[in-house]
């Protein structure tokens, strides 16, 4: 039993082992100690991927798609151990701390994205949120715009889950159990009712706000603005990898969907690409503008979902994974230009290819992949959406996102056109270690493999469904 | 009459007066204890609808803590606000609007959602505290236990916290 559960436990042994480090009275955590043993929970979860069963009378599930979402889980969390940087962004003396909770953020994704039963889910998803409400207001230099981030973060989250909650209590009245198994064979004869509508959608809610999706968008652009870089980027990208999980294991277990809620969700991707679009191209903070990015990109991402198909599925998996990648090569541009840990505006980046080229290269192709044009990751996952979506006759999603992609295209590319742009009027150099270097390489090698040899991997992501 | 529906009246009378006490009175100390009786009148509610841990729970988390944390947060906030005054500029009948208009549309539209489905009549059968003590030690083992972790992890969050929020000055 305990070698089904060997990434979680991994993973709970790195949180607890940063819990006796923040104890000791004198703290001196490297970063190469932490980049090191990140790659542990990594190996255990690539190595334990094909391992199968179930746990706790059928509360918990293992199989490979819970697998391979918790070794994307544990890929995005060793980048990130890899991408932290010392600068003055968290206090030192709160280091082990913030490590430790990070840890924890991710066990409970990892458990999220196992469990098959509606209180498992609940609580595996408070145990990650509750790590991060804690950690958005630690960032050196106590400012007001911190701290509302964090209680905004904090009472949105509630609200969501709150939402999320009422909407499973009505599950329950429907279908008389929590098990994804039973509900899967009692919800989808009440899914053409208004009360079987309402229940699905509510449930689906508190993993919109994961996804920060449109109606529950309102938290991540003064959310992103106010935590520090490295905060910013772990919400930005790993919790959206479970959210992305668990609406499909919601959706999956609903083999028959009505019209009605399909409707809904496109509704709801249109509004939210448009929404996110539009607001992005007036952004001046990168980190405001990614945020809005997201909204739009949550709402690619349902494109592959509302297709209710493998094909779709599949394609929101491999959408989620290049998301990953070019928001965290984007995010250590700014890290690494922001060298005391403060937000970067849009102005920052003229003449940055003429101060360090590679960054310019990484975040031009990072968003060149946002924007979805073709050499990059992003062109091949927004194809599979929506030649998913159009596969299933969803023609009004396709023309609305296909629109939404080009408005997009404009503000991505100012990024670019900023950081290439002549008229620099000071250009001190900025020198990269070889570690931040070879990350650079990584991002931009991995955007473009994302890009230019899609099958393999797809048909990887398509086994696991 | 029976004896039941005279207590049941009783319950109900007592828990909606001091429900208007809370909204009501305008201090701090008043409004608590009688949101403390309220909560007591609600779990007697679940008493009668046959859920008696629901109403326990009740009294233990509402009445024993919730209404333990109001008074921390009276008796840190000083004496100051203990005496809070109405905000002006609030009209009677837009109180009173702005107070019906999300519970009316609520209610009505839950009605039409509930009212819309069709479901079978099917008699409920009555869950023992004793079935609820079974279910956390079998069905719902693995939820039952991350709660541990989930308070493992707000404990920490919270010392770590007031750590952080004093290193400030």
Redesign the interface.
Known sequence: MLNLLLPEISMLLFAILF?FISVKKKKGSSYSFVRLISIVPLAISLFSIFSKGE???G??KIDLFSQLFKALLAYGFCLMAFMFEKTDEI?E??LP?YF??LA?SV?GLM?LVS?V?L??I???L??SS??L??IV??RKG?SKVQLEAAVKYLFFGATATGTMLYGMSYIYGICESTFLTDIARILPT?LS????I?ALVLTLSGFFFKLSLFPFHFWAPDIYEGASNITTTFIATIPKIAGTALLIRLTMSVPTVSAQIVNILIVLAALSMTFGNIVGLVQKDIKRLLAYSGIAHAGYLMMGILAFSKDGNTAAIYYITVYLLMNLACFYVIMLLSKRGENIELNDLVGLSRRAPLLALTLAVAAFSLAGIPPTGGFAGKLFLFTSAFKEGYLSIVIIGAANTVISIFYYLNLVRMSYSKEASRIEPLSLTFHQKAMCYIFVFLILYMGILPFGIFEVFRAAL | MTFGEIVFILIMLLTLFSALATALTSSMIYALLSLIVTMFGISGLYIFLNAPFIAMMQILIYVGAISVLIVFAVMIAGPHYLHMKAPKGWTGLSKILTALIVPVFTFFVFV???M???RTDKKLSVITTKDIGRAFF??????FE??S??IV??I??AI??AL?SK??K
């Open positions: 819990l746990l706790f009378c509360a918990y206090d003396e709160f701390e430790m909770f924890f066990l458990m469990s039963e209180i498992t609940v609580i595996a408070e145990i509750y790590s409400y804690v207001p630690l106590q009440f009712q208004p009360y079987g309402l | 039409n959602f509930i819309g489905t069709c079998d069905t719902y083992m693995l939820p991350l709660i972790l989930l992890v707000s920490i969050g770590m916290l952080f290193g400030e």
